[in-house]
């Protein structure tokens, strides 16, 4: 099925993502992927707080996996309500579950009621995400998405460096319950914003679409559930949560595969291969970057604070990327975007595990490791660019999904693969074993990259 484009008028190539038309859209968006991004990040903070007096410690794992696998229920559930009424409806009333799931923790009395609210912030903030990139399809022209996508980026990197901070900041002065209430007004605030042009949104129901897909949802929640397994048994060398994490990761892939594009196991050049290369990349290179501070502390004996640096750089880095890959637009294919970026990835993880072996300066560390965060900005975007060039309108909310759900599946899988990896190493090599596993996946990143130029055709699984 070709591809058909929005109805709004071709822009100036020079019209920028803040000209009068989408200013008001354009901020109330970065705010909102701003918001959903510290509260991830935030809740890091505070939960041994929050565990420690709601007399909750042994549902502290679960608090955080939880909204992983209500999160894939949300992707999915948007992507399926997106395709048929577009992203008016279901950015509505994922901002109202979000946060409601807020004010529930942040009024929680007990550990069982603020799993209940994590679980629908997982539900909202995933169903954001989706409907946010069927949003930016549908209301800015396409020469204007690889500078939407990289204001994006900083929407997340700057939680990753202030986040936790201003978090203890609220904490100790506020109180821990604003870290999640306070968020909920300004989510409501940002979203205010973008009602005008929500409004202006065609949202009549596509009748070439039949019923929401219970099936697709009710496989979204078995994949979630087999996430959490993944990363509750990763840590493990027990030789049951070994089998436990295998079958874990089986059923993962195999309720997994509807919610993709056909072919993605196959990396079908095209779509399907850009789906491959968010599991590949997510896989690659948070594997690695988990264990840079714990290298940091066993191997150069830094405080936390100083081995935090090397994340920091990495994601000011992240920003940089971001930048450039916007600022080239269309000048530069996404598709070679997405390779220079796996290039910089392999730098990164090389030099990581050069560092495991060798033991240099820690600089040379901090450079390698800045290197991939540049990477991660130029390949970050512009997967998402492609996803969306690559997509029918009818599937922009499917495709938009599957995107999503490839990132969380590529982090936790790889997470949990390196947490069994490392945990049953020889003594000594735990991290020279890891950072092998992941230099792997990006090599095969790598030479699969260049499969992501394609022509936009329908490729629904």
Request: aromatic share 10%; hydrophobic share 55%.
């Amino acid at each position: 099925m070709p591809l058909r484009r929005s109805s709004h008028t071709p822009a100036p190539a020079t019209e920028t993502i803040y000209a009068p038309r989408f200013l008001a859209t354009t901020m109330g968006m970065f705010i909102l992927v701003f918001l959903v991004a510290f509260e991830s990040m935030a809740v890091t903070t505070v939960m041994p707080m929050v565990s420690e007096l709601l007399n909750g410690e042994r549902y502290f794992a679960l608090a955080f996996a939880a909204p992983i696998a209500s999160g894939m229920l949300g992707m999915v559930a948007a992507g399926e309500v997106t395709d048929r009424w577009g992203p008016k409806y279901p950015l509505f009333i994922s901002v109202a579950i979000f946060c409601v799931g807020l004010l529930i923790c942040g009024s929680a009395v007990n550990m069982q009621t603020l799993i209940g609210g994590r679980i629908l912030q997982g539900v909202g903030g995933g169903a954001i995400t989706v409907a946010i990139y069927v949003l930016i399809a549908r209301a800015y022209p396409g020469h204007l998405h690889s500078k939407i996508f990289a204001l994006f980026a900083t929407a997340w990197v700057l939680p990753a460096m202030v986040g936790p901070w201003l978090a203890g900041l609220m904490a100790v002065h506020l109180g821990w319950r604003w870290v999640f209430s306070g968020v909920a007004v300004l989510v409501v605030v940002s979203f205010c914003a973008m009602i005008p042009v929500l409004k202006s949104l065609d949202s009549v129901r596509n009748k070439d679409l039949g019923p929401v897909s219970l099936k697709r949802l009710a496989l979204a929640g078995l994949t979630g559930l087999a996430v959490i397994s993944m990363n509750l048994l990763g840590n493990s060398n027990s030789r049951f949560s070994l089998i436990g994490l295998a079958l874990a990761l089986l059923v993962a892939l195999v309720a997994i595969r509807p919610l993709l594009p056909r072919g993605t196991f196959k990396v079908s050049r095209g779509l399907p291969a850009t789906i491959m290369t968010r599991i590949f990349i997510t896989g690659a290179f948070f594997g690695v970057e988990v264990y840079l501070p714990y290298l940091l502390r066993e191997e150069y004996f830094l405080a936390p604070d100083r081995a935090g640096l090397i994340l920091t750089a990495s994601a000011l880095c992240w920003s940089v990327g971001s930048w450039l890959q916007g600022k080239l637009g269309e000048r530069v294919s996404s598709s070679t975007c997405i390779t220079l970026g796996a290039v910089a990835g392999s730098v990164a993880i090389a030099t990581a595990l050069a560092t495991a072996i060798f033991h240099p300066p820690v600089i040379v560390l901090v450079c390698g490791w800045a290197v991939g965060g540049f990477g991660m900005g130029m390949i970050f975007p512009r997967q998402n660019v492609n996803m969306l060039a690559l997509s029918a309108k009818e599937e922009q909310g499917f495709n938009s999904s599957a995107m999503s759900v490839a990132d969380s599946l590529g982090n936790a899988g790889a997470t949990a693969i390196g947490g069994v990896i490392f945990a049953m190493a020889a003594a000594g090599t735990g991290f020279i074993s890891v950072f092998t596993f992941s230099l792997v996946l990006i090599l095969i990143l790598i030479v699969i990259s260049p499969r992501t130029k394609g022509s936009p055709v329908s490729v629904a699984g």
